[in-house]
């Protein structure tokens, strides 16, 4: 019975999204070509052309305003009343920080989501201010993801100018905490049992347009520390040492994680951040790292999560059995980070659109897995891509990022129709 309805469901994916007037079938592709042709699409084409340098300016002014790690408010507040400005209907922040716009559709029977994400990886204090050589902006966050903000904003400003009416309604979204130690939190917020209704979702993150991340990478990520009482590294000696801990819980995870990446789907690791001591001639009181572990597969990224905390063990258990005196080491392990992993069936509706969408303005679209807000939606069964935002860019999670402007409102087309697909063109068949 499972067998049946495995293919019953794989049968119903494949089918065409439509019927044309005669009754034939329409291909995805033909779908498109469609809604690109409509009138009113036309018009909202070239609103996205005409606004491009307009749209620089919004670029650097949203960059120039900080968005660290759990600090995006001035952003999240500037960025709102840019939404309100290109026509939503309404416009509110949430609980956690996210911008939401409101561009209500023609029935209401469904809910399409959009957005980019608000915050950066560079702590405060970091020079954001944008600096301009001949046609490229160079500033920290200028691509990931403000950019893909902007984006979000054009497709907006387009439907409202055109004027374009959906069927379904849609969303605009800035999304905090996307990055790092933020671990998905405005998104998990949105999909959360307070969050609106969202039936589809539509990340914008990422470089080329054709680029189509249909497959979340999952991770787990860890803050580790080990304890003890501390003191002078001769008047003490033989007392536990942390960073002796810590040093052997690399070493022991480092040597059975590399075996266990060499085969399988792959899976990831990595020691990012080490800190704790005093002097050099005084035994630490602390020690304390970051690890990172990602994989496409589930099962994958628990199996090398076992592995971490064995590894955790076992230093914890040697180094206080070479204690001389003092008390034992204690190590407290934290989750700081916990993304799912999940794939989205390339023969899913939201994936063959974005791909058509992508051929009919003469891209090659690839499917790709990535690390970004989709991942929650994925995980949980729902449509939902991440695509990119175009143009040209380099340095991300540097201070030298930079952002060329090639090309920029193939972007903003793309999304436009992808999103036009999931939430229908009020008036067609």
């Known amino acids: ?17 439509a019927l044309s007037a005669q ?33 620089r300016e919004d670029l650097i002014r949203l960059t120039e305003i900080p968005a660290p790690p759990f600090k995006e408010e001035t952003r999240a507040r500037a960025y709102a009343e840019m939404l309100r400005q ?40 970091t ?3 944008v600096k301009i050589r001949g046609d490229t902006l160079y500033a920290p966050g200028i691509g990931d993801d403000t950019r893909g903000l902007v984006v979000v904003l054009n497709v907006l400003r387009a439907i409202n100018q055109a004027p374009i009416v ?24 949105l999909f959360g049992s307070s969050g609106p209704r969202i039936d589809a979702f539509i990340a914008v993150d990422g470089g080329s347009p054709e680029r189509i991340v249909h497959q979340g990478i999952g991770s787990k990520r860890y803050r580790v520390t080990f304890r003890g009482p501390g003191g002078h590294s001769w008047g ?84 206080n059995s070479l204690r001389r005196s003092g008390p034992a080491l204690t190590v407290e392990v934290e989750l700081v980070g916990d993304r799912p992993s999940g794939v989205l069936d390339p023969s899913t509706p939201i994936v063959q659109r974005a791909m058509a969408a992508a051929r ?24 939902a891509i991440t695509i990119g ?21 193939l972007a903003t087309k793309n999304a436009l129709l992808i999103l036009l697909a999931e939430a229908g063109v009020a008036g067609s068949r």
Not at 371 to 381: E, M, V
């Open 1 to 17: 019975m499972n067998r049946l309805l495995t293919v019953l469901m794989a049968a119903f994916l494949l089918l065409p999204p």
């Open 23 to 55: 009754g034939r079938p329409v291909s995805y592709d033909e779908q498109i070509r469609s809604i690109a042709m409509r009138p009113e699409v036309r018009r909202a084409f070239a609103v996205i052309e005409q606004i491009e340098p307009r749209s």
């Open 86 to 125: 290109a026509g939503a209907d309404s416009v509110w922040i949430d609980a956690e920080g996210n911008v939401i716009a409101l561009k209500r559709g023609r029935s209401r029977n469904r809910t399409v989501a959009m957005a980019g994400h608000l915050d950066t990886v560079f702590p405060e204090g």
């Open 127 to 129: 020079d954001v201010t």
């Open 166 to 189: 959906t069927e379904a309604d849609v969303l605009f979204i800035g999304t905090v905490g996307e990055e790092g130690l933020g671990d998905l939190r405005g998104v998990k917020h």
């Open 236 to 319: 003490a000696f033989g007392l536990a040492n942390p960073h002796h801990a810590l040093g052997a819980a690399i070493y022991h995870f480092v040597q059975e994680a590399d075996r266990y990446t060499r085969q399988g789907p792959r899976t990831s690791y990595n020691v990012g951040v080490l800190s704790g001591g005093t002097s050099v001639n005084a035994i630490p009181f602390e020690s304390v790292m970051e690890v990172d572990m990602r994989s496409v597969s589930p099962e994958r990224l628990a199996g090398i999560d076992s592995i971490f905390h064995r590894a955790v063990r076992r230093a914890l258990e040697e180094q």
């Open 360 to 383: 009919y303005l003469g891209l090659e679209p690839s499917l790709e897995s990535g690390s970004t807000d989709s991942n929650i939606p994925i995980a949980r069964g729902l449509p």
């Open 389 to 409: 935002r175009g143009g040209v860019g380099g340095g991300a999670h540097s201070p030298g990022e930079w952002w060329l402007p090639r090309n920029p409102d």
